[in-house]
């Protein structure tokens, strides 16, 4: 590829990461105001005209489509400290994103309720915590990205790919059916440890997503803006020999 298109990706998956990270967050705004004014007590012949709900389902899509090219990048800027580990990063990135595309798609459109699109969630955040912690774990190994970064990344990674698996230890039949069976009754028939934990982690989990996420992708645009895919590529292939010197010169 050339150097010319590798920077071309380099500044599209940049911006691409910055306004996903900053639609994440009002995204992650939105949800918290839709449960909000849910749990809220509501006033007698009061209603409101914003679906919270819904905008925090748009907006998070156009985000999610947004980050599609940052899993491309990276694969680029950290490929030469494992081209087969990094190929598989870049392959769950992308699975994990679109099958987040896919239901949400569904969800607005009204093709699936709300319960049916619940896997499709969980599948893609199983996927995106795989990848974020295998790409941070090579960005860091070949020094590509900053080490705050790199464990920020990690870390939320890790705390979403426990969340979703608890939720399916939980009960995973209702996790990968029903959402409303999940909620209805199957996790109170757990452990109280597990309940505990599952609690915790649930915590944990929107944390990683509402925050960790969009700061992580703000801090990749950076990156990637202030250290391009092809410079960085450059740098690190070995320098040209200088030219022997004329027979006879001294």
Known sequence: MSTATLDRISRYAGWSAYLSGVIAFISGVL????????????TPGATSSIDFG??????????????????????????????ALGLIAMALGLMGMLAIIVGQTLLIKDVISFDASL?????????LGVWLMLANYLGRAGGALPRWLARLGG??????LLAVGLVLLSNPFAALADAATLAGGALDQQPLALIGAAIALAVLGTGAYLLGLPIWLIGIGRQLLMSPIAPALRSRQPAPSA????????
Do not use: E, K
Not at 119 to 127: T, Y
């Open 119 to 127: 896997p499709f969630s969980l599948i893609g955040l199983a996927l």
């Open 243 to 250: 030219p022997s010197a004329p027979f006879g010169a001294r």
């Open 31 to 42: 949800l918290s105001l839709f449960y909000l004014t849910t749990l809220a007590p509501s």
């Open 54 to 83: 819904i905008l925090s389902d748009l907006v998070g899509l156009f985000g999610t489509i947004l980050m599609l090219p940052v899993p491309v990048a990276l694969y680029w800027l950290t490929r030469r400290r494992g081209l």
């Open 155 to 160: 870390l939320t990674g890790a705390v979403l």
